[in-house]
T-cell receptor
Framework: DTGVSQDPRHKITKRGQNVTFRCDPISEHNRLYWYRQTLGQGPEFLTYFQNEAQLEKSRLLSDRFSAERPKGSFSTLEIQRTEQGDSAMYLC???????????FGPGTRLTVL | AQKITQTQPGMFVQEKEAVTLDCTYDTSDPSYGLFWYKQPSSGEMIFLIYQGSYDQQNATEGRYSLNFQKARKSANLVISASQLGDSAMYFCAMREGGSGGYQKVTFGIGTKLQVIP
């Protein structure tokens, strides 16, 4: 039984560069979520997919951020023209149809220099 | 108003003792769910326990129990027989809206628990 996986676990980039993160949910989970967590805070919701459809986006998700889940399985989160304020832990979670609990991956820690 | 309030930034507990982590919530939705997650220094959020707003009994999972007081809008986590491995950040979270549907979850800012040998 594999849990949610995320790649990479750590990413260091220079300001202005683009980065892409990948999330593989628990197999057969049709719901997938992205969160951002900054130091000293709890995770903040970014976006939600049900299968391949992106059904909800937070206003935290500026136009530099884009997320996809092309075949309803894995998802990618891309940040264009990164800024130092984007430095955070990016967490992915998935849940099954009819379930209340979201299961999280290990996160991708982004550092923008 | 904050949807989830965790007022204890840090807590200490002696190994093998019980500890209560506080959480209060704010919602006008009659259907909601409350969660506790543990986040060790590695960063992964580990699900601990869930309580639905219509559940009649307090949830329990092994050494974890959720003291749900609906009228007070509180959902405190009780950890019995603390172990050194319990040292971590603990987050209270709330789902609003019907069960099984879209799951927007709001998290508190967490409580750092340290277990002392």
């Amino acid at each position: 039984d594999t849990g949610v996986s995320q790649d990479p676990r750590h990413k260091i980039t220079k300001r202005g560069q683009n980065v892409t993160f990948r999330c593989d949910p628990i197999s057969e989970h049709n719901r997938l979520y992205w969160y951002r967590q900054t130091l000293g805070q709890g995770p903040e919701f970014l976006t939600y997919f049900q299968n391949e459809a992106q059904l909800e986006k937070s206003r935290l998700l500026s136009d530099r951020f884009s997320a996809e889940r092309p075949k309803g399985s894995f998802s990618t989160l891309e940040i264009q023209r990164t800024e130092q304020g984007d430095s955070a832990m990016y967490l992915c979670a998935s849940s099954d149809r009819g379930e209340d609990t979201q299961y999280f991956g290990p996160g991708t820690r982004l550092t923008v220099l | 108003a904050q949807k989830i309030t965790q007022t204890q930034p840090g807590m200490f507990v002696q190994e093998k003792e019980a500890v209560t982590l506080d959480c209060t919530y704010d919602t006008s939705d009659p259907s909601y769910g409350l969660f506790w997650y543990k986040q060790p220094s590695s960063g992964e959020m580990i699900f601990l326990i869930y309580q639905g707003s219509y559940d009649q009994q307090n949830a329990t999972e092994g050494r974890y129990s959720l003291n749900f007081q609906k009228a007070r809008k509180s959902a405190n986590l009780v950890i019995s027989a603390s172990q050194l491995g319990d040292s971590a950040m603990y987050f209270c979270a709330m789902r609003e809206g019907g069960s099984g549907g879209y799951q927007k979850v709001t998290f508190g800012i967490g409580t750092k628990l340290q277990v002392i040998p």
